[in-house]
């Protein structure tokens, strides 16, 4: 029972463009939503993170929308650049939880 | 800045031994846990401990036991390898106000021939 769904193994993008990340999730009691960055040999990095008391956040070129009736959320960077080609994974979790439900990733590569 | 630190970045073992994978963090977080990375599969999580000497299941558990004595460490122990064990293993910690917001080890790619 995957909870927390990304449909798109993987995303080429050119350099420059707007790269958009998305992730489906089956649990209407998540409540809180992240998004990690990770390169080969090396640990997951968090990026952004929304509450779903919101329906965006913003940290510089790194956007997050969440669309609850859709159950839905998305990360858009813009531009895209070239050391943004890594695997993203978004990841779920309800208020007072310890533990996340992460997403399969999805591997975004940046094409100069 | 949390630093999260795995014992080993590779590992190769046998079947059938016995495999310890440690993991230390020093932001004196409450929550420790141990995650698989599979492609295709994304994290998997294995065990989690949210104090010392307290553990709970993950999704993945069979195979596996976790301990921790100390606050600060936590281990993994894959009681006989398996060629199915072989994976990453990735160690995550969190705690305080941002206890949804784990902080992950740079991760142990371990080989069970």
């Known amino acids: 029972d995957q909870q927390v769904k990304q449909n798109s193994p993987s995303l080429s993008v050119q350099e420059g463009r707007i790269s958009i990340l998305n992730c489906d999730y089956t649990?209407?009691?998540?409540?809180?939503f992240l998004w990690y960055k990770k390169y080969p040999a090396e640990g997951p990095t968090f990026l952004i993170s929304i509450s779903s008391i919101k329906d965006k956040n913003e940290d510089g070129r790194f956007t997050v929308f969440l669309n609850k009736s859709a159950k839905h959320l998305s990360l858009h960077i813009v531009p895209s650049q070239p050391g943004d080609s890594a695997v993203y994974f978004c990841?779920?979790?309800?208020?007072?939880?310890?533990?996340?439900?992460f997403g399969q990733g999805t591997r975004l590569t940046i094409n100069p | 800045d949390v630093k999260v630190t795995q014992s080993s970045r590779y590992l190769v073992k046998r079947t059938g031994e016995k495999v310890f994978l440690e993991c230390v963090q020093d932001?004196?977080?409450?929550?420790m846990f141990w995650y698989r990375q599979d492609p295709g599969l994304g994290l998997r999580l294995i065990y989690f401990?949210?104090?010392?000497?307290?553990?709970e299941k993950g999704d993945i558990p069979e195979g596996y036991s976790v301990s921790r004595e100390k606050k600060e460490r936590f281990s993994l122990i894959l009681e006989s390898a398996s060629t199915n064990q072989t994976s990453m293993y990735l160690c995550?910690?969190?705690?305080?106000?941002?206890?949804?917001?784990?902080?992950f080890g740079p991760g142990t790619r371990l080989t069970v021939l």
């Open positions: 995550a910690s969190s705690g305080g106000i941002r206890y949804n917001e784990q902080f």
């Open positions: 932001m004196d977080h409450e929550n």
């Open positions: 649990n209407s009691m998540f409540d809180y």
């Open positions: 990841a779920a979790s309800t208020q007072g939880a310890q533990k996340l439900v």
């Open positions: 401990s949210y104090d010392v000497k307290m553990k």
